[in-house]
């Protein structure tokens, strides 16, 4: 096992990524990665997992590992391997989630609808540039393109996130998942999609954390957020040939 949690270390040093970073990344505990680095100590194979299905470009077992009789059994191994395989068409579930074997999702243009809350307030008369159909998805009210690269290389700009607005943010949020977010500042509003945490300012604020390193936290007093929607999932495109 030391040798993948050097490869793990070596991975997000090589890409810039702080273990905390990461660790709220694929929503662990703190110190999940950062003892084990420090230590020298394994790492559960369910963390493994959730750093696999986030960091998809990462690979524990390169062609020379295939002897390699670590800490890790051959039947762990090749569920990791899978998982890798099958990361792209994977849904993560709430324990709200109810799956819809056939729906049609709207796909809007935000700069068309003016933005996030004239989206939502007006979404009767809001005419989709398209439709999207995904089985067995939960029920989601709409799809948008991203835009910028806040949670870079989770999502990258031009993806198509699928949401579920919600409307009580004191109460509704699921803590560590992804929101698309609209924030007023200087009187005009600022859409992005970020991870919500809880604030250490109090319930009063939310804290947006981004994927992307280069972006800094944020705490958001919860009245200045004027829409908010939970990512059901994300579609990207990789080659238009």
Not at 106 to 130: M, R, W
Not at 200 to 212: C, F, R, T
């Amino acid at each position: 096992m030391d040798r993948i949690v050097s490869k793990l270390k070596s991975y997000l040093s090589d890409n810039s990524i702080s273990a905390r970073h990461a660790e709220i990344a694929i929503g662990v505990g703190n110190g999940t990665l950062s003892k084990p680095f420090l230590k020298g100590t394994s790492i559960k194979t369910d963390t493994l997992e959730k750093f696999l299905n986030t960091y998809s470009d990462f690979r524990i077992f390169d062609k020379e590992d295939d002897d390699f009789n670590g800490d890790l059994s051959r039947k762990e191994k090749n569920s990791l391997d899978n998982s890798q395989l099958n990361e792209n068409t994977t849904v993560y579930k709430l324990r709200t989630d109810r799956n819809y074997v056939d729906q049609s999702i709207p796909l809007y243009n935000i700069e068309a609808t003016a933005g996030l809350v004239s989206l939502f307030q007006n979404n009767s008369n809001q005419k989709p540039i398209d439709t999207i159909r995904i089985p067995n998805l939960p029920k989601c009210d709409g799809a948008l393109y991203v835009t910028g690269d806040s949670m870079y290389p989770l999502l990258k700009s031009g993806d198509i996130v699928a949401y579920k607005k919600i409307e009580d943010f004191a109460n509704d949020i699921f803590w560590g998942e992804m929101y698309l977010v609209s924030v007023e500042v200087g009187g005009e509003e600022y859409v992005s999609v970020k991870y919500v945490q809880k604030s250490d300012k109090g319930e009063d604020y939310i804290k947006l954390v981004s994927q992307n390193q280069h972006h800094q936290c944020k705490d958001v007093k919860l009245d200045k957020v004027r829409a908010m929607a939970l990512i059901k999932a994300s579609i990207r495109i990789n080659s238009m040939q």
